[in-house]
C-alpha cells in the first residue's frame, strides 16, 4: 500500500485529487492545504505527496530538506506556461512533474513511478523544464522584481535590498529589458505569469 499525501489550497480540487487517487488501487490517501489545514498527524510521512505546484512558493514545502526529514517523494502538478514554478519543484526534490491538464490516468501512473523511486516527466512538460533553467534575469534582478510586484517604491525596494536607488532603477530596467516588456508594469506581469517570483 502507497500512502500519498495531497496538497493543494483550493479544498474542492484537494478533494477531488483524493478521490482519483483513492479510486486506483493500492493507494491509502489523506490531504492539507499548503499551510497545513486540515492535516492529521499521521500524513507524514507519507510516500509520495502530490502537490499543485503554486503552491510550492513561500511555503517550507518548497524546500528540499523538508521532503528529506519526512522521506517523502514529491510529485508536481504544473502547467508548461509556468516554467518558474517548474524549477521550484526540481530545486525541490520532486521526482515526478504532471501536466494540469494531463488524463487522470498520467496522476495514477507517476504516484506509481514515484513510488518506486523513479523520476516521471509528463511529455507536455519536458521543454518547459528545460526552459525553466534558463531563466532570463539574474538573483538581484529577481529579487527586485519581486518587491515591485509587492507595491514597493524604488526607495523601499533599495532599503530593503541594501541598494542605491540608481542601482534598483537600473536592475529594474535590465530586467524590462531582457524579458521584453513595456514597463515595469509589464515586467512584473511577464515574471510572474512565468512563475519565476
Not at 505527496?49 to 512558493?57: F, S, T
Not at 504516484?111 to 531563466?135: C, N, Y
Not at 536607488?165 to 512584473?188: E, F, L, Q
Amino acid at each position: 500500500m502507497v500512502r500519498v499525501l495531497v496538497v493543494h489550497d483550493a479544498l474542492l480540487l484537494r478533494s477531488a485529487l483524493a478521490q482519483l487517487l483513492l479510486s486506483a488501487d493500492g493507494f491509502e490517501v489523506s490531504s492539507m492545504s499548503s499551510q497545513g489545514e486540515d492535516a492529521d498527524e499521521d500524513d507524514l510521512p507519507a510516500d509520495v505527496c502530490v502537490v499543485d505546484g503554486d503552491c510550492l512558493e513561500g511555503t517550507e514545502l518548497c524546500r528540499a530538506p523538508f521532503w528529506d526529514r519526512c522521506g517523502t517523494r514529491l510529485v508536481v502538478l504544473a502547467a508548461p506556461e509556468r516554467p518558474g514554478v517548474l524549477r521550484r519543484a526540481f530545486d525541490a526534490g520532486a521526482l515526478g512533474f504532471v501536466a494540469k491538464d494531463a488524463p487522470s490516468h498520467r496522476l495514477i501512473d507517476a504516484v506509481h513511478t514515484v513510488a518506486k523511486g523513479e523520476r516521471f516527466l509528463d511529455e507536455r512538460l519536458t521543454v518547459a523544464l528545460l526552459e525553466a533553467s534558463r531563466t532570463p534575469l539574474t538573483a538581484r534582478e529577481l529579487n527586485v522584481v519581486a518587491q515591485a510586484a509587492q507595491g514597493s517604491s524604488i526607495a523601499e525596494i533599495a532599503g530593503a535590498l541594501h541598494l542605491s536607488r540608481g542601482t534598483v532603477r537600473n536592475y529594474m530596467a535590465s530586467a524590462i529589458r531582457k524579458v521584453g516588456a513595456r514597463n515595469r508594469v509589464d515586467a512584473i506581469r511577464i515574471v510572474q505569469s512565468a512563475g519565476w517570483v
